[in-house]
């Protein structure tokens, strides 16, 4: 599966920003992420949406300032990203997780094994 992150920029602190992730090549696993990868900071996890019904998970950093959503149709995720700050900088990656990967560790990082390429996202404040 190769997935094609896309979207980002740079915007002023309170700016909106939508990311999309492309997949193809195959079926995307059991959930779909978005993580982030801020300078001299560990990657983490923004959001997740499992595939089949729509369920979400949030960071506590970004709840209720960003959506995760998918299309089925255009095998797409999106990170609607509203209410940025400086902090929010980073670089933004979408991955797809294992087939089998269950609800309680859909979160780590670790479960998700095709990554797409990353989209910078700079928030000025």
């Known amino acids: 599966v190769q997935l094609q992150a896309s979207g980002g920029g740079l915007v002023q602190a309170g700016d909106s920003l939508r990311l999309s992730c492309v997949a193809s090549?195959?079926?995307?696993?059991?959930?779909v992420g978005w993580f982030r990868q801020a300078p001299g900071k560990e990657r983490e996890t923004a959001a997740v949406?499992?595939?089949?019904?729509?369920?979400?998970l949030y960071a506590g950093s970004v709840k209720g300032r960003f959506t995760i959503s998918r299309d089925k149709a255009k095998n797409t995720v999106y990170l609607q990203m509203n209410g940025l700050k400086p902090e929010d900088t980073a670089v933004y990656y979408c991955?797809?997780?294992?087939?089998?990967?269950?609800?309680?560790?859909?979160?780590?990082?670790?479960?998700?094994?095709?990554w797409g390429q990353g989209t910078q996202v700079t928030v000025s404040s």
């Open positions: 991955a797809s997780s294992r087939t089998s990967t269950i609800h309680s560790a859909s979160f780590d990082p670790d479960n998700y094994i095709y």
């Open positions: 090549g195959g079926t995307v696993g059991r959930y």
């Open positions: 949406i499992k595939w089949s019904d729509g369920n979400t």
